[in-house]
């Protein structure tokens, strides 16, 4: 049997051809060359398409898989009020809104059965993460106040086993009690999840509990996760760096300029190739007086634009980067004067919103979709 292993992440929709030569068996030592080919899968990703609340009062949010290459659709989940979701090999984990209380429910999108899970009471959930390779689902909670007192769980992170009898459990901290966050992640293809605490404080924690939580440092924001999961983006009043998920010291992310201009950097994404990122940022024009956006593509010698909003009109809301960084969506509202909210409690959209698709190496659209919230 022979092992390889590939130096880079493999490009979707891509024939590829192995050759090792110079094989020989251990009974006969005469070599040949052995051949093979294979076709990686096409990308696709995963968006939410909610109805037009003014347009169609009644009609229902759809949850669609779609390709990054051609109009392929696929209906997945539909339901009133989607608050967010998260796609599992086997289910949907959909998060509805009834009033201003959070519902989460497990939904088969083959056969259409769903299970409620049980939540610690009525209250609001956000910053909704999950892992195929580990069947786990995670959110932050905040109970509902009842008549004004404190609520009992504020922005708490709480995660569910879906392999296991599916309770709703807290994560502990150092201290045995619930830990309150003000941003987390789970890491690509792990159970390990970076959690920034209410005190600014970046610790790598096992979901599992198997090894207690390691701290990273303090820093002002916590960003996402490398592709490769072994760095995450976080910011200080010293800028934003590269933070090293194994304790090793931090990387610092210089602003690279925009036709001369070094712009004000905002969201990053980490290819986990050093410091090669996609980030969005605005540039100030001073004859205008006004910013544009742009996505860009930083190799760690010159940032380059994947898309930009430089009319004036529209904006650039988001993106999100394919797990091998072969395409970039990008989610604006293409008129933000005449753009109308959709009037969510929760994880509020536009209903003009849509999403681009964008080819990273060229920076070609390839396509396009009336939708937001994408994943991968």
Known sequence: MISIAFGDRLESDT???VTVAGVTSPYLDVASDLDAEFTTAPAEFVYLDRADPVADPDGQD???RASATDSERRDLVRATRIQDFVVFDELVAVVTLEGDDSVVTLVDPDDGATQRLQLPGPGRVDLVQGSSASNRLGF???????????????????TVDLTGDQTVDPVLGFDGEPVEVL?????????????????QSVLRFDLTCARPPQPLGQYAELGRAALDGRSVSVASIAGLFAQPLD??????????????????GGDVQLTGRGVERVQQVAVFDETTGRFSSHVVYDDGRAARILYEKTDQVGGIETFTLSPNGQYATVTTVPDIAASVIDGYPANPASTSVITVIIDVATGDTIGSVDGFDVRW
């Not at 932050?140 to 709480?158: M, N």
Request: aromatic share 10%.
């Open 15 to 17: 024939r590829y051809r």
């Open 62 to 64: 759809v949850i669609v």
């Open 140 to 158: 932050t909670f905040t109970s509902a106040a009842v008549d004004g007192a404190e609520p009992e769980y504020l922005e708490t992170l709480f």
């Open 183 to 199: 941003a987390w992640q789970i890491l690509p293809g792990t159970a390990d999840a970076v959690i920034q605490t209410v005190d």
């Open 247 to 264: 304790g090793a010291e931090a990387t610092p992310l210089p602003q690279r300029p925009i036709g001369g201009i070094v712009p004000f």
